[in-house]
């Protein structure tokens, strides 16, 4: 089993043994970075593996792999030299790992190590980009006996993480740290286990002092509680959220506390994602078992279903893959997500003949049409793309227009209710300085049943307006909620207990 090994990177000696106590429960192994530590305090950590009481691993990173040591490479030997002097008989008063980089060759620091049982990890990084010879650099790095090959990369695409994942399954019979360094490979280190690592390194990130060392880190008590890295095994099932950029999603909450109230041996982790194709090569490697989708690929997935559900047909945006004996299979549970929130919002429980406005016509509004549609409502769809609202409307028969003058006079025929579905006044979405409010021009009555889907923030510009204007709004946080109830059913084969509701929130990590 991967172990969780704690980066130590304060200023003082001090500071980190207050840091370890702290956050001892979750760590098997902590790394001290003495380039991360003052001067004066350097020359004292020969003493730090018995204060601290746990395996540590002595490591002294240059600026060139990431590091702080500037000091010049006989310095730095020297320190290290300093950290495994006088080693003692209790092995557990030496350092128990020293990190020496692959193409550091002195001898005479392997030997002192190896003598006293210190393990060495032979490193190498590259902190700029993901080598394309990775496989043998790896199979180049210098090693002999029980030593750890540590290959630490950035990723600049899924790509990368791929090709980082193929080359440690080149690398057998040799115990390794593989890291796609940055946030296309944060889940490189959730998945240790399944990448084959030996350990991830892990950061504090509530510590006001302490910066993570390393780009991508995970808190190390979000990677022990939230994820249960501990308990992830082979048999562990993987699932998660594919995205762009996904730079916050509030689903790896939902998913792993509802696997951990139920027991369940699975783990949902993010999955930035900048090419379809490559990630699903590398699902298939990681046998990864279902997946939600979010913006911008819940339209792009459809041509690499096997298998889909006649809802994906119709509504033509699919935000839920398991995959079955033939592939992946797609369903969308956006439409009953939102049809169940929706009926809730209203306190009706028939809407036919209602006229309600959808602003968008993306995934999300293509659900919400279909819904709306099933449910006998007259519809108007609005779009900044006009022609994508006339292509959505023309499959319901339903009205359309664009989003300026002429389709925000005809929102005053279809304004019982209006939805707002476009990405507008979410967190992240970029704007390029226009409004954040895409019917800006619209003058709520106060009278019109206002949705918006978008949950981060609460209240959006276009929420806001509406609540002044003293409309009934809602928010699109308990549609989020429904569609994840169906999506948990979908990948477990069984329905959400749904007296689990107010205890399983999404909360960004
Ligand atoms: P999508 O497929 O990428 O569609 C984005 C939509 O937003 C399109 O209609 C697009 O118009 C419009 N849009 C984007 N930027 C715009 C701008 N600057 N000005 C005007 N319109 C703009 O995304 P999606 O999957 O439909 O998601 C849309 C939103 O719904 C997201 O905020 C998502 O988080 C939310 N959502 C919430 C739930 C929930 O459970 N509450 C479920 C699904 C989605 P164009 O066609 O002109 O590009």
Same mark, same amino acid.
């Given at each position: 089993m991967a172990k969780i090994c704690l980066c130590l990177s304060a200023k003082t000696l001090e500071r980190n043994l207050e840091i370890l106590g702290k956050y001892r429960k979750y760590a098997d192994i902590a790394e001290l970075r003495v380039d991360c530590l003052d001067p004066n305090e350097r020359l004292m950590i020969r003493r730090f593996p018995e204060l601290a009481d746990i395996p540590v691993i002595l490591t002294i990173r240059r600026v060139v792999d990431g590091g702080f040591f500037d000091g010049g490479e006989g310095a730095r030997i020297n320190l290290m030299a300093r950290g495994l002097a006088y080693a003692?008989?209790?092995?557990?008063?030496?350092?128990?790992?020293?990190?020496?980089?692959?193409?550091?060759?002195?001898?005479?620091?392997?030997?002192?190590?190896?003598?006293?049982?210190?393990?060495i990890i032979r490193s190498y990084h590259n902190i700029e980009t993901t080598d394309a010879d990775l496989p043998f650099i790896i199979r180049s790095i210098p090693h002999s006996g029980n030593d750890i090959i540590k290959a630490s990369v950035k990723a600049n695409s899924t790509r990368d993480v791929l090709s980082l994942l193929r080359a440690g399954r080149e690398c057998t019979g040799q115990d390794k740290i593989l890291i796609a360094m940055g946030h296309y490979g944060i889940y490189s280190r959730i998945l240790a286990e399944k990448f084959g690592s030996f350990m991830n390194y892990?950061?504090?990130?509530?510590?006001?002092? %302490?910066?993570?060392?390393?780009?991508? /880190?995970?808190?190390?008590? !979000? +990677?022990?509680? *939230?994820?249960?890295?501990?308990? @992830?095994?082979?048999?562990?099932?993987?699932?998660?959220?594919?995205?762009?950029?996904?730079?916050?999603?509030?689903?790896?909450?939902?998913?792993?506390?509802?696997?951990?109230?139920?027991?369940?041996?699975?783990?949902?982790?993010?999955?930035?994602?900048?090419?379809?194709?490559?990630?699903?090569?590398?699902?298939?490697?990681l046998k990864v078992c279902g997946l939600s989708v979010?913006?911008?690929?819940?339209?792009a997935v459809i041509p690499f279903l096997n298998n889909h559900h006649l809802d994906i047909i119709d509504i033509g945006a699919c935000n839920t893959l398991l995959m079955?004996?033939?592939?992946?299979?797609?369903?969308?549970?956006?439409?009953?997500?939102?049809?169940?929130?929706?009926?809730?919002?209203?306190?009706?429980?028939?809407?036919?003949?209602?006229?309600?406005?959808? %602003?968008?016509?993306?995934?999300?509004? /293509?659900?919400?049409?279909? !819904? +709306?549609?099933? *449910?006998?409502?007259?519809?108007? @769809?609005?779009?900044?793309?006009?022609?994508?609202?006339r292509d959505l409307a023309a499959r319901y028969k339903c009205k359309w227009g664009g989003l300026d003058n002429r389709g925000i006079e005809m929102m005053d025929k279809f304004?019982?209710?209006?939805?707002?579905?476009?990405?507008?006044?979410?967190?992240?979405?970029?704007?390029?300085?226009?409004?954040?409010?895409?019917?800006?021009?619209?003058?709520?009555?106060?009278?019109?049943?206002?949705?918006?889907?978008?949950?981060?923030?609460?209240?959006?510009?276009?929420?806001?307006?509406?609540?002044?204007?003293?409309?009934?709004?809602?928010?699109g946080y308990d549609m989020l909620i429904r569609q994840a109830c169906y999506q948990y059913a979908r990948f477990t084969g069984k329905d959400f207990p749904e007296h689990l509701t107010s205890r399983v929130q999404f909360g960004n990590t």
């Open positions: 003692d008989a209790d092995k557990r008063r030496n350092f128990a790992y020293l990190d020496l980089e692959n193409d550091l060759d002195v001898p005479s620091l392997e030997e002192a190590a190896r003598t006293f049982g210190t393990r892990s950061a504090v990130l509530n510590e006001p002092d %302490i910066s993570i060392s390393a780009p991508g /880190q995970v808190d190390i008590k !979000e +990677l022990a509680e *939230l994820y249960r890295f501990h308990k @992830i095994t082979a048999n562990t099932k993987v699932y998660g959220v594919i995205g762009h950029p996904l730079k916050s999603t509030g689903s790896p909450r939902f998913f792993n506390t509802i696997f951990n109230i139920e027991s369940i041996n699975a783990v949902y982790v993010p999955f930035p994602v900048d090419s379809l194709s490559t990630f699903f090569e590398l699902a298939q490697e979010t913006v911008p690929y819940k339209e079955g004996l033939q592939g992946w299979e797609g369903t969308n549970t956006d439409a009953r997500g939102f049809s169940d929130s929706l009926l809730k919002f209203y306190g009706k429980s028939n809407i036919k003949k209602h006229r309600v406005t959808v %602003i968008g016509a993306g995934g999300a509004a /293509q659900a919400v049409v279909h !819904e +709306l549609h099933r *449910l006998g409502a007259k519809i108007l @769809i609005l779009n900044r793309s006009a022609y994508k609202a304004h019982d209710i209006i939805i707002q579905a476009t990405s507008l006044g979410m967190d992240g979405c970029d704007t390029a300085g226009s409004s954040t409010d895409p019917v800006e021009m619209y003058r709520f009555s106060g009278k019109e049943e206002v949705m918006d889907l978008v949950y981060n923030p609460e209240m959006t510009p276009f929420l806001k307006r509406a609540a002044n204007a003293g409309c009934r709004y809602q928010n």
